[in-house]
């Protein structure tokens, strides 16, 4: 199938490109590298011998998108373009409603004037707020976010269910990624974020490289087995494949689905650690710092419905994920350039 890969230049959609082509489909690639690089389309077709098209465009942009539908027919979409730091979403959250909201609700227009009825959207599990019990379920009630990163994948999720409702011939999944981590085993592919990173797995790195000199524990003190948070890592690889048959569900017309991305199993910030050590032998210097605000002390999903409806698990450990990151960065010491 064509498949349009919105954001596909970007740490998910890359890895999320690779699976697809493996799988057989066609991935179209739109990305206005506000987030990425272009030399990721070169480590694509290095992995997979294939080079994805691709169009530098905003997706908000309704003439641009238009002229991609029109090109060729589009059998679904994968909608990964958004902005995501949690941070830096505080600081501008007019920048990041009018991207986040904007571009999906252009996608929309282009998908139904072209006849595309068939979407995935990265959510996250953020959406859920501080969850009513563990692990979390898909059919838990949407709670409140805390920053307008987080907010504008609620909006994103209340507008795509109105316009399911509105559009009952389309189908669309949400999926609620838990902790994507690690990099394609191939070392081509992987995350580096721009300036000081907030996530646990690329700030490792970067001290496992020497880039910085040590990670700080955001708080032991929580009422957790060793008094740090524990979350749900899932392999990005995992997730990309996710992806792929989330599309399979899609051909079956099921409507509006929605899915957590997760491994169904918690992993405390000490864990990943030990985690790291066994996956490359490299020990990583920390201090105890004080909690980060906003932390929960739990977060991990009830993985059973992607399993039933999907046939989906995730097979890879944190340890691997510890192992492929550890082996990006240290191919890409300074991230993709
Ligand atoms: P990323 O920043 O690496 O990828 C997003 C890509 O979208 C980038 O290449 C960026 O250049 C592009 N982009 C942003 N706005 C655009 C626009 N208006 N038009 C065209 N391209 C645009 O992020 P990621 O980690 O790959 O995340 C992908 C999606 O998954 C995002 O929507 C993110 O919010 C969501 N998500 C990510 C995580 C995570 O931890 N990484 C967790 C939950 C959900
Ligand atoms: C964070 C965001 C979440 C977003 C997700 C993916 C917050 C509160 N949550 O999730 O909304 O969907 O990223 O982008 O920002 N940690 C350290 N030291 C560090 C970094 C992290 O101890 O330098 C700890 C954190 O306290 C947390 C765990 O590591 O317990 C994972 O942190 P992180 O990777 O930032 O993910 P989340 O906080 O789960």
Known sequence: MNILVTGGLGFIGSHTVVELLSAGHTPIIVDNLVNSKLEVLNRIQKITGVRPAFTELDVADEAALDKVFEKQPIDAVIHFAGLKAVGESVGKPLEYYSNNLCSTLTLLRCMKKHGTKNLIFSSSATVYGVPPSLPIKEEFPLG??????????????????????????????????????GAHASGEL????????????????????????????????????????????????????????????????????????????????????????????????????????????????????????????????????????????????????
Do not use: W
């Not at 920053?147 to 011939?169: C, H, Q, V, W």
């Open 190 to 337: 992987g995350e580096d974020p721009n300036g000081i990173p907030n996530n646990l797995m690329p700030y490792i790195t970067q001290v496992a490289v020497g880039r910085r000199d040590h990670l700080t524990v955001f708080g032991d003190d929580y009422e957790t087995p060793d008094g740090t948070c524990v979350r749900d890592y899932i392999h990005v690889v995992d997730l990309a494949i996710g992806h792929v048959m989330t599309l399979k569900k899609l051909m079956e017309n099921p409507g509006l689905v929605i899915y957590n991305l997760g491994t169904g199993k918690g992993s405390s910030v000490f864990e990943v650690l030990a985690a790291f050590e066994k996956g490359t032998g490299v020990k990583i210097p920390y201090v105890v710092g004080p909690r980060r605000a906003g932390d929960l002390p739990f977060l991990y999903a009830n993985c059973d419905k992607a399993y039933k409806e999907l046939g989906y698990k995730a097979t890879r450990t944190v340890e691997d994920a510890c192992r492929d990151a550890y082996a990006f960065q240290k191919k890409n010491p300074n991230g993709i350039q």
């Open 144 to 181: 409140e976010t805390t920053n307008p990163y987080g907010t504008s994948k609620a909006m994103i999720e209340r507008i795509l269910t109105d316009f399911s409702k509105a559009n009952p011939d389309f189908n669309i999944a949400l999926l609620r990624y838990f902790n994507p981590i």
